[in-house]
């Protein structure tokens, strides 16, 4: 079963990567959309729903390995960017800027990101990505609303 949360939480071990672990584990996921693409608002949300709680297992018990939210956990990245994608209007440039602005709000922690990861385990180790991925996917949605209103 460790080696399972560890293959799990690393994104079947992407997370060991030296470089951006993270930015790995949100990349994967959204490879896996680009591939599928169109991909029903349906089964994103599915997907979504369906991950959140194999990453908050997967993420606490690979703590016990890596430490408290370590770089090597990236699953948590793939749920986040899950979360963004299901926020999305269709098309490949929402996608990559929602990928951008995913990383860059998984970085900077707006509240309440910043609380959420003091969670205890893997709650902590999710929770801050999912409100990371769904301000990253709500400020795509405003951006391309106000582009249409111009």
């Not at 900077?108 to 999912?130: T, Y």
């Amino acid at each position: 079963m460790d080696l399972l949360a560890r293959a799990l939480a690393t994104t079947l071990f992407t997370g060991l990567c030296p470089f951006a672990p993270g930015t790995v584990g949100a990349a994967v996921a959204v490879g896996v959309i680009w591939f599928m693409s169109p991909v029903p608002l349906a089964w994103l949300l599915g997907a979504t729903i369906a991950l959140f709680p194999v990453a908050v297992w997967a993420s606490g018990e690979a703590e016990h390995v890596y430490g408290h939210d370590a770089r090597k956990i990236n699953l948590d990245e793939v749920t986040g960017m899950l979360c963004t994608a299901a926020l999305l209007p269709p098309g490949t440039w929402p996608l990559w800027v929602g990928f951008g602005l995913f990383r860059l709000f998984d970085v900077l922690k707006p509240f309440p990101a910043n609380r959420a990861q003091s969670l205890p385990g893997g709650w902590g180790v999710v929770a801050d990505d999912v409100v990371a991925g769904v301000y990253a996917g709500l400020t795509v949605r405003l951006g391309v609303w106000a582009l249409n209103c111009l």
